[in-house]
C-alpha cells in the first residue's frame, strides 16, 4: 500500500534535546511538508521541500530544520531553539504544488512532548 | 500566514441532521480544498474545487464555491456519528506554493 508513515507515533524529550521525526513516503511524490498544529490553530507550515536537495522555510521555520536527501524521505529536527516545541507534527507529500491541484496525503502524526 | 477562516468554530447536530460548514479567504485563488481529520490521526483529503467551477459532489458531501465572495462552504448531507471530526479548508494559489490551511471546524454527530 503506498502511503507516508510517521514515526514515533508519541515521542518525549528533556527540554534542550534536539528531536529529529520521521517521515518516509512511497507514493513517488515530490513535494513533502512538515506542519504544525497546536489546538485551536490549525495547520502552520513548518518547512517545505519540491524537489530532493532543496527545501523552502515555511511560516514558523524557527528552531526547526530539515533534509532532503532522498525523494522518499524528509525528516525534521526539532532544534534546542525552539521555544515551544511540545505540539503534534503532520508530514504530508503531493505531486506538485497546492497551485497545481495536488491534493496532500498526510501521515498519521507525531505527538512530541518536551518537559 | 493563514488564509481560510472557518466557521463555526464547532457544530453538534443530530445524526441524520444536515451539517454545513463555510470557509472564507482573503487573497485569489487555483484551488480550494476540503480535509477531514478524526482526532489524533493525519488529513485525509475530501474534495477538490477549481476556481472556474461553482460546485461539485461527491457523495454524501457537496461543495460550493464563490469565488466573488471569497467563499466555499461543505454541506454533508444526511450525517452520521461517524463523521464526527475537524474539517478544513485550505486554499491553493500559485504554481508550487503550498496550501494555506485554515484553523478547521470541529463537528460532532450524536446518535
Not at chain 2, 466557521?7 to 485569489?28: F, V
Request: net charge positive; with cysteine.
Amino acid at each position: 500500500d503506498g502511503g507516508i508513515t510517521q514515526s514515533p507515533k508519541y515521542l518525549f524529550r528533556k527540554e534542550g534535546q534536539n528531536v529529529t521525526l520521521s517521515c518516509e513516503q512511497n507514493l513517488n511524490h515530490d513535494a513533502m511538508y512538515w506542519y504544525r498544529q497546536d489546538p485551536g490553530q490549525g495547520l502552520r507550515l513548518i518547512y517545505y521541500s519540491q524537489i530532493v536537495n532543496d527545501f523552502q522555510k515555511g511560516d514558523i521555520a524557527e528552531g526547526y530544520s530539515v533534509s532532503r536527501e532522498k525523494k522518499e524521505s524528509f525528516p525534521l529536527t526539532v532544534t534546542s531553539a525552539q521555544k515551544n516545541p511540545t505540539a503534534f507534527y503532520l508530514c504530508a507529500s503531493s505531486i506538485g504544488g497546492g497551485g497545481l491541484d495536488s491534493p496532500l496525503h498526510f501521515g498519521n502524526g507525531t505527538r512530541l512532548t518536551v518537559t | 500566514s493563514q488564509q481560510g477562516e472557518e466557521d463555526p468554530q464547532a457544530l453538534s447536530i443530530q445524526e441524520g441532521e444536515n451539517a454545513t460548514m463555510n470557509c472564507s479567504y482573503k487573497t485569489s485563488i487555483n484551488n480550494l480544498q476540503w480535509y477531514r481529520q478524526n482526532s489524533g490521526r493525519g488529513l485525509v483529503h475530501l474534495i477538490l474545487i477549481r476556481s472556474n467551477e461553482r460546485e461539485k459532489h461527491s457523495g454524501r458531501l457537496r461543495v460550493t464555491l464563490d469565488t466573488s465572495k471569497k467563499s466555499s462552504s461543505l454541506l454533508i448531507t444526511a450525517s452520521r456519528a461517524a463523521d464526527t471530526a475537524s474539517y478544513f479548508c485550505a486554499t491553493g494559489n500559485s504554481g508550487n506554493t503550498p496550501l494555506v490551511f485554515g484553523k478547521g471546524t470541529r463537528l460532532s454527530v450524536i446518535a
